[in-house]
């Protein structure tokens, strides 16, 4: 249960502006045809296993900047909502194997991490709780002994090393029908994983050895085109502007110069945006690891000058990435503001600056969280030490509109949470058929 005195959503700063509102109420008028919509979507193209989606709001543009197809919170989700996740599983499980019984889930290999492992724990549990039977198989290199973690809630968490006979894996008295990976293979795809006859999903090829960001984003710009074509909406309001520049080499500083003219493109073509509606403040591009994940290799820059003007540490912090691999590509992203705050319910608690994280399993919401940061700015990546979580706190499904209320009510701001959030997960979901089709040939 939640304290009832923890607010239900966190605070706007600024209300929203005009074509936001109009957008969300678009969502509430039409959340009919939406849901219509989507249903056809899903069924030409099946949602991936499961996704996380980072949102963030400025008010006058929601926008989702970063999707992550190997999700690892699922211990930060609201248990109040734990049935839409059992029922979210089932299906996802009917439809990739309707016969299946046992399951190995293959985890990442940082077990220092407890919060991590919580994370694990949570997934078991709810798998176990849809029907399955489901043990941990570590891919841990060298690792020959099965580990038990005692984990801060409580929980027990075994893990036992993943073997492999011919082209199946299997633990110590266990053959499963389907492996699930939640590793997102950023120092990648292990050869155990290779060729199996058993199911492996998401798939390797969608772990960040193979994926690039900039992919995933042109289809969400097709998605959102599509999307806001059929509902006569500016795309903007939902797409981040992009840009790439090919290899660079942060360290050698090879390809800065590419990289500086796509940022002052790409800031004169957010400067046009904002001009358009209104906006006053001031544009900024994001600049990340475009094969990455865990908030290595980000920063944020307003100006050219602060491309061309890397210092040392910099320019080393943006070679890093997770696992010592070197980060040799970008994406360039404009900068979505968030002026959403959280202040806890403990007396003398100060404003952090929060974004929104939508969980899907299959096609279904099944909940979310408010990543928070007491230290970083509301232009700044939010997913960096120091981050914490906060379970939203709402009484209903982020997919149960109401209508005669205000967009910005609860729980209509969640609705548009959930349709953005939906639109990242279809372009996954093209994404991975882009992937199978290119790994069958």
Not at 35 to 63: I, M
Not at 89 to 105: D, G, H, I, K, W
Not at 134 to 149: A, K, L, N
Not at 201 to 210: A, E, I, R
């Amino acid at each position: 249960m939640f304290d009832s005195q923890l607010p239900t959503v966190p605070n706007l700063t600024t209300a929203h502006t005009g074509p936001l509102l109009r957008f969300e109420q678009t969502l509430l008028d039409r959340s009919a045809e939406i849901e219509a919509w989507f249903r056809k979507q899903f069924h030409r193209t099946p949602a991936p296993f499961y996704c996380s989606v980072d949102l963030r709001n400025a008010g006058y543009k929601l926008a989702p900047v970063d999707t992550n197809l190997f999700p690892a919170g699922f211990n930060n989700l609201n248990p109040a909502f734990e049935p839409l996740s059992v029922h979210a599983l089932q299906s996802a499980f009917e439809r990739l194997m309707p016969s299946a019984c046992n399951v190995v889930l293959v985890p990442e290999n940082h077990t220092r991490n407890l919060y991590y492992l919580e994370a694990v724990a949570t997934l078991r549990d709810l798998i176990l709780k849809a029907g399955y039977k489901v043990r941990i198989g570590s891919i841990i290199p060298g690792m020959v002994e099965s580990q038990t973690f005692e984990l801060p809630s409580g929980k027990k968490l075994l893990l036992e090393p993943l073997k492999r006979e011919d082209d199946c894996v299997f633990l110590e008295g266990f053959k499963p029908c389907l492996v699930l990976l939640h590793n997102d293979l950023s120092g990648g795809r292990p050869d155990i994983l290779e060729g199996l006859k058993q199911p492996v999903v998401p798939h390797p090829k969608l772990g960040w050895s193979d994926r690039l960001k900039t992919q995933h984003f042109a289809l969400y710009k097709e998605v959102a085109e599509d999307f806001t074509e059929h509902f006569g909406i500016d795309p903007w309001l939902v797409n981040p502007l992009f840009r790439n520049c090919g290899e660079i080499n942060f360290a050698k500083r090879e390809g800065e110069e590419c990289l500086a003219s796509n940022v002052e493109l790409l800031l004169e073509d957010i400067k046009k945006k904002y001009a358009e509606y209104g906006v006053t403040d001031e544009p900024f591009v994001i600049i990340k690891a475009d094969a990455g994940t865990y908030g290595m290799g980000i920063m944020s820059v307003k100006s050219v000058d602060e491309v061309r003007n890397m210092n040392r540490d910099t320019r080393k912090k943006m070679s890093s990435m997770k696992e010592g691999k070197e980060n040799t590509g970008v994406i360039l992203q404009e900068g979505v503001y968030t002026f959403e705050h959280w202040r806890d319910a403990a007396p003398g608690s100060a404003d952090m600056t929060a974004e929104p994280v939508v969980y899907m399993i299959d096609h279904y919401v099944v909940g979310g969280f408010y990543r928070v940061h007491g230290g970083r700015s509301n232009t700044e990546n939010l997913n960096a030490p120091g981050a914490q979580f906060r379970q939203l706190a709402f009484n209903n499904a982020c997919n149960c509109p109401e209508p005669a209320a205000a967009p910005d009510a609860e729980p209509n701001k969640f609705y548009a949470y959930g349709v953005v959030a939906r639109l990242a997960l279809l372009a996954a979901a093209r994404e991975t058929v882009a992937v199978l089709s290119s790994d069958a040939q």
